[in-house]
């Protein structure tokens, strides 16, 4: 029997994502685990460090599992502000949203 690949999971971030946040971005990320996920950033306007490593943690997990992980859409702000705080994730972004 031929397996069907599953379509991707996706994950709408929230426009503030800071310490309060931290927490609720990390149980939707376990919930999707296991799934290849698109995140749409476009919405967001901060981004915490928190979040951003609670981003990066979850990008490695879904690489060691052998799992899509991307984010479909990014808003300026976060693109920014991950590159100030010296996260690269230019590999990650989907072709139409990368500079």
């Known amino acids: ?3 069907k690949k599953a379509a991707p999971k996706s994950l709408s971030l929230a426009p503030v994502l800071d310490l309060n946040e931290a927490t609720a971005l990390r149980d939707k990320l376990m919930a999707l685990k296991g799934s290849d996920l698109s ?3 476009s919405a967001v306007e901060r ?4 979040c951003a490593q609670v981003l990066v943690s979850a990008a ?3 690489e ?5 992980f ?3 859409s990014a808003s300026e702000p976060f693109l920014k502000t991950m590159q100030l705080i010296g996260v690269d994730i230019e590999h ?3 072709k139409e949203t990368q500079r």
Do not use: C
């Open 47 to 50: 981004v915490g460090a928190l």
């Open 1 to 3: 029997m031929a397996s």
């Open 70 to 72: 991307s984010f479909s």
């Open 92 to 94: 990650l972004l989907a």
């Open 64 to 68: 060691v599992d052998k799992r899509a």
């Open 60 to 62: 490695r997990n879904w």
């Open 39 to 41: 995140i749409d950033a």
